[in-house]
């Protein structure tokens, strides 16, 4: 029998979700649900692959017999919106969209949570290269004395959503969660997924576009991995979009691009090098590609640990926010 599916929120991150579902399951077993006083339904490249949308009030929706949720709605409503979920049913498996929190108060209480069953979407952890490197980083980082890691992620927030004035959308406003800080966030998620017992020493963001201030348009920090610096930079201000990650060290450097993507490697690695021949030639098809990866490990049996736990994710992110909430900066935090 196949599964019953809410998804919440029916801007682009719901409706490309949707889509991908109604492609793997029945259109009737998919139902988009958004509030009633949401704004008109924007029209996206998903939207015509959509076939079942049922747009009601949150408070009217009845879970209760419910498989799986996914929370895709304003980040500012992520927490409640899990809170209402999860009163309602206990045993139903949440994935929200990231971030998972927009508040302290909420990352806190989210941190604590013992939840099995609620999960965030990172689709970069289900990137080849990214799969490639973390199954290899013991073998690297034993092999070496010394090492740096440098990840730099960079996009153009304007492109974002075109049918639109990016300066209204939540994903820059940093009162309903937004800014890069929060929402451009995949870079931090690595640092995290490939160094879980790494340290933060200092971080600042900053904002250069100002007509949208307030809003955090850059992120930069450091890490220490033993006494290994791991250096992030991301940024919403690029014409370019750019997110790649590079490891040196004495004996060999190795770059990553995944967006090309693509991997070089200069010296001697102690690692077979990864192979790319089952990557889709199109950036749109490879970017749904690594979609459909985490719903269909969200929606398993037993979920992998590519899939990250709620209360993982905002413990990690918590050091980010613990000072001043998410006022704008352009000062270090130490810890």
Same mark, same amino acid.
């Given at each position: 029998?196949?599964?019953?599916?809410?998804?919440?929120?029916?801007?682009?991150?719901?409706?490309?979700?949707?889509?991908?579902?109604?492609?793997?399951?029945?259109?009737?077993?998919?139902?988009?649900?958004?509030?009633?006083?949401?704004?008109?339904?924007?029209?996206?490249?998903?939207?015509?692959?959509?076939?079942?949308?049922?747009?009601?009030?949150?408070?009217?929706?009845?879970?209760?017999?419910?498989?799986?949720?996914?929370?895709?709605?304003?980040?500012?409503?992520?927490?409640?919106?899990?809170?209402?979920?999860?009163?309602?049913?206990?045993?139903?498996?949440?994935?929200?969209?990231?971030?998972?929190?927009?508040?302290?108060?909420?990352?806190?209480?989210?941190?604590?949570?013992?939840?099995?069953?609620?999960?965030?979407?990172?689709?970069?952890?289900?990137?080849?290269?990214?799969?490639?490197?973390?199954?290899?980083?013991?073998?690297?980082?034993?092999?070496?004395?010394?090492?740096?890691?440098?990840?730099?992620?960079?996009?153009?927030?304007?492109?974002?959503?075109?049918?639109?004035?990016?300066?209204?959308?939540?994903?820059?406003?940093?009162?309903?969660?937004?800014?890069?800080? &929060?929402? *451009?966030?995949? %870079?931090?998620?690595?640092?995290?997924? +490939?160094? /879980?017992?790494?340290?933060?020493? !200092?971080?600042?963001?900053?904002?250069?576009?100002?007509?949208?201030?307030?809003?955090?348009?850059?992120?930069?920090?450091?890490?220490?991995?033993?006494?290994?610096?791991?250096?992030?930079?991301?940024?919403?201000?690029?014409?370019?979009?750019?997110?790649?990650?590079?490891?040196?060290?004495?004996?060999?450097?190795?770059?990553?691009?995944?967006?090309?993507?693509?991997?070089?490697?200069?010296?001697?690695?102690?690692?077979?090098?990864?192979?790319?021949?089952?990557?889709?030639?199109?950036?749109?098809?490879?970017?749904?590609?690594?979609?459909?990866?985490?719903?269909?490990?969200?929606?398993?049996?037993?979920?992998? &640990?590519? *899939?990250?736990? %709620?209360?993982?994710?905002?413990?990690? +992110?918590? /050091?980010?926010?613990?000072?001043? !909430?998410?006022?704008?900066?352009?000062?270090?935090?130490?810890?």
């Amino acid at each position: 029998m196949s599964p019953k599916i809410f998804v919440i929120g029916c801007g682009s991150a719901g409706q490309r979700y949707m889509s991908l579902l109604n492609s793997i399951y029945s259109p009737s077993d998919v139902v988009g649900v958004r509030r009633q006083f949401s704004s008109p339904l924007t029209r996206t490249p998903f939207l015509q692959d959509i076939r079942h949308n049922n747009f009601i009030a949150l408070d009217d929706i009845q879970p209760c017999d419910t498989d799986y949720v996914i929370i895709a709605n304003p980040s500012s409503l992520h927490s409640t919106t899990y809170s209402y979920i999860r009163t309602l049913t206990p045993s139903c498996r949440i994935l929200i969209e990231k971030p998972v929190c927009s508040s302290v108060n909420e990352l806190t209480h989210m941190s604590s949570l013992e939840d099995p069953n609620t999960f965030v979407s990172f689709q970069y952890r289900y990137h080849p290269l990214v799969h490639w490197f973390r199954v290899h980083i013991r073998q690297l980082v034993e092999d070496v004395d010394c090492f740096t890691f440098n990840i730099e992620h960079a996009d153009n927030v304007k492109a974002w959503h075109p049918w639109e004035d990016f300066t209204q959308s939540y994903s820059v406003q940093m009162s309903l969660g937004g800014g890069c800080t &929060q929402t *451009l966030c995949h %870079a931090q998620d690595l640092i995290h997924y +490939f160094f /879980p017992d790494s340290t933060i020493i !200092s971080y600042q963001n900053g904002n250069s576009i100002k007509k949208i201030y307030p809003c955090d348009d850059w992120f930069n920090a450091l890490y220490l991995e033993q006494s290994n610096p791991l250096r992030l930079f991301t940024s919403y201000v690029s014409h370019r979009p750019h997110f790649a990650f590079s490891f040196t060290s004495e004996r060999f450097h190795l770059d990553i691009d995944m967006l090309t993507p693509s991997f070089c490697c200069h010296g001697s690695s102690p690692c077979n090098l990864p192979v790319l021949s089952q990557i889709p030639k199109s950036p749109a098809d490879f970017r749904l590609h690594l979609f459909k990866c985490l719903l269909l490990d969200f929606m398993s049996t037993h979920p992998s &640990q590519s *899939l990250p736990l %709620a209360s993982s994710v905002a413990n990690e +992110f918590l /050091p980010y926010n613990k000072s001043d !909430s998410f006022h704008y900066s352009c000062t270090s935090r130490k810890y």
